[in-house]
């Protein structure tokens, strides 16, 4: 499969603990992408990737997510001390240039 | 039948009919629009894009119509199948690298 994929697919955690999600992107995509979905929603951006560089955050990545693609490969999203509130699916996205191919999706549930 | 996107967020159509999902976006500077078809437990899968240098772009039975006059957007799927029942979002690009999504349409087909 050369999709872009996601680890892991479904977590189920209390609140105060802290996740982490991995993304791989399509080989050839320079560009990675991390949104956040909640039910009924579309997508929302949470912060972009060129090669290593993070170029750009949304407002809604508070100081406890952070995200890091230490070799312009691979994607990691970390969010600390978790609150019910960060229930949701984290979906990555990659793209050479133009359209964004997005992951399975990791669907995060905080108890 | 048809939709008005955010307004309408559902749409049923029988098996064999086209389908017209309508999306509104607000932005003049957009000029590059994707739509992407979810469905449930899955991420957005890439459907066609336009950018806006193009009224109009046809893919393998779904064709996409850009009015940048009255910042309509519209996909049509011609002989809509019970496996195009999901939600479709038009996702919105500013200029910059985010993509901006709607709420979605959620299409079911009626076998």
């Known amino acids: 499969d050369t999709g872009v994929s996601q680890n892991p697919r479904h977590k189920i955690t209390k609140r105060g603990q802290n996740v982490t999600f991995r993304c791989d992107p399509i080989?050839?995509?320079?560009?990675l992408y991390w949104y956040r979905q909640t039910l009924g929603q579309g997508p929302e951006f949470l912060t972009y990737f060129q090669n290593e560089a993070q170029l750009e955050k949304s407002r809604l990545l508070s100081d406890r997510f952070s995200a890091e693609r230490p070799k312009g490969s691979f994607s990691t999203l970390e969010i600390q001390r978790t609150e019910q509130g960060d229930s949701a699916m984290y979906l990555c996205?990659?793209?050479?240039?133009?359209?964004?191919?997005f992951g399975p999706g990791t669907r995060l549930l905080v108890l | 039948g048809e939709s008005v996107g955010l307004h309408l967020p559902t749409l049923s159509v029988q098996e064999g009919d086209n389908s017209i999902i309508n999306c509104a976006y607000s932005?003049?500077?957009?000029?590059?629009f994707i739509w992407y078809k979810q469905e449930s437990g899955k991420g957005p899968q890439f459907i066609i894009d336009i950018r806006s240098n193009m009224d109009k772009r046809q893919g393998q039975r779904v064709t996409v119509l850009l009015n940048k006059t009255v910042k309509h957007l519209s996909l049509q799927i011609a002989a809509t199948q019970p496996g195009d029942s999901a939600v479709y979002f038009c996702a919105e690009n500013r200029g910059g690298n985010q993509f901006y999504f709607g709420t979605g349409t959620s299409l079911t087909v009626i076998p």
């Open positions: 932005n003049s500077a957009s000029d590059y």
């Open positions: 080989s050839e995509h320079n560009r």
């Open positions: 996205a990659s793209s050479f240039r133009g359209a964004q191919y």
